[in-house]
């Protein structure tokens, strides 16, 4: 990349704190940062060794000479030697903070450019104070994304990698983290690169046998190549479906929590969330509109939703409720069906059916998507002395779904409800190598790529002509490409970093 433009931008998150860093990149930072620095040694940062930290001072020179044009030559009290001070700073020269400055030279720098970051406190004025002082000697502000968007054209990182920065700064989880940590580390981009090499065999043959179709040589067996591509489909089709997976992971997993009216759903919610976030009254249909709040669980982020309670109601405000309940249990990753176990008459008879509960399981399973789990809850045991001949009648009304008696008020077997939520995201048991998709972009490349290979399969099947099914595996090629950025648009590029925050 041919960038002259010397970038700068305060990386740590706005406000006050106890350190901030600004950061430059571009050809010439070391001597532009030389400008308003001055190191305890007094010696030039051009000199200075690579990835060390220098001690110093922030000055302004130009505040120095335009406070001695007014008062006629130097200030009063300066040595002979026209230094005072540590590090020999000039009496003229007004000093912002005393900083550490580390120095990175291309291409061992972050960016593949020169780098400086200066590590000042964490004043807002003294922050901005620097800003100005480093745009007043040539540097420019930083658009979003800006020293990521440097470090893929510079070639530090692929634009899978350079993606997954900004979703590891968004990470709220262990789970998040790690998945994000193995694809900045590469572990998608060499999945990528190792299907992009298979492809470009199975191209490499079918061309040959082209380029000499007149003399009837075979170059490559079909059995072979057939086996090949049912190889990439495979592999493309477990990336793809691992983005479900993937996405709750980044965005948090959906539970629905849903039932009749007044049986707990409220108190469950203040129960996981350890916080009074929703009202909880005797009178039922408290909770009209829709509730949610995040919170972590064994390492993975769960958004619980609190959903009015489903019944018969002529109040047009509870009506949009309960509409809005159904919307949610269709979105819903897990949907928590809660009852009040008193409810639940014993023994069940078939002249004696719990008519609510089996209402409500019937209009809740009809709005489950496939893929979801449904647990049910039998809540308000510390209300009664026997729940398990209860737990045995709801058992035969249902298709096998988990049921877990609980009561939300005192917290019985809340536990076992976590341990349940968390092993059916089954994101732990994955280990440090897995490769998940979480990327929308990645995801439509994938299907797209998928759709290419299917093609190319039926072709080799099919005995179609050798160019027919290099040009379905070239378009497989271009879509994989536009994962890890060997083939992309400025507009992709824009969009992708403009999500960015400012600094990183």
Known sequence: MKEQAIICAISTPAGSGGIA??????????????????????????????????YGEIVDRKDSEERECVSGGSTSGSS????????????????????????????????????????????VYIQQRILQLLLSVGARLAKPGEFTQRAFLNGKMDLSQAEAVGDLIASCSAAAHRMTMNQMKGGFSAEIRS?????????????????????????????????????????????????SVGNVIKNGVPV??????????????????????????????????????????????????????IRETSDEIETKGIERTFAKIEQASIILLITEIASC??????????????????????????????????????????????????????NGETIIPISAKTGHNIPLLIDELTNSVNVNSSTVSDVIV???????????????????????????????????????MHYLGEIT??????????EIFRGFCIGK
Do not use: W
């Open 195 to 243: 299907l992009r090499a298979e492809m470009l065999r199975i191209i490499t043959l079918l061309e040959l046998e082209l380029d000499f179709s007149e003399e009837h040589e075979e170059f490559a067996d079909r059995s072979e190549l057939l086996k090949l591509a049912t190889h990439i489909k495979k592999t493309l089709t477990h990336l793809s479906n691992s983005f």
């Open 80 to 123: 002979e030697s026209g230094e005072i001070g540590r590090g020999g700073s000039n009496s003229g020269e007004m000093v912002v903070d005393e900083v550490l400055l580390a120095i990175f030279r291309a291409p061992h720098s972050y960016t593949g450019e020169e780098v400086v970051e200066i590590s000042c406190h964490g004043s």
């Open 345 to 398: 008459p014993a023994p069940l008879t078939s002249e004696h059916q719990p008519d609510d509960f089996a209402q409500y399981y019937k209009q809740v399973k009809s709005h489950q998507r496939e893929g979801t789990q449904l647990i049910i809850l039998l809540n308000k045991v510390d209300e009664v002395t026997d729940y398990f001949t209860p737990l045995e009648t709801i058992r035969l009304l249902t």
């Open 21 to 54: 860093v600004v950061r430059l990149s571009g050809e010439g930072s070391i001597d532009l940062a030389d400008k308003v620095f001055k190191a305890i040694s007094a010696k030039s940062l051009r000199d200075g060794m690579t990835s060390r930290l220098y």
């Open 256 to 309: 629905a929590i849903v039932g009749n009216t007044n049986v707990g759903k409220s108190t469950l919610l203040n129960t996981l969330l350890h916080e009074e976030k929703a009202i909880v009254s005797e009178i039922a249909g408290t909770t009209r509109d829709v509730i949610e709040d995040t919170i972590n669980l064994n390492g993975i982020t769960f958004r619980f939703i609190d959903t009015a309670g």
């Open 438 to 476: 979480s990327n929308i972009r990645h995801y439509e490349a994938l299907l797209h790529a998928g759709d290419a290979i299917e093609r190319a399969i039926e072709g080799l099947g099919n005995k179609i002509s050798d160019e027919f099914i290099a040009q379905d595996i070239r378009e497989c």
């Open 485 to 494: 950025g060997e083939i992309t648009t400025d507009e992709v590029l824009g």
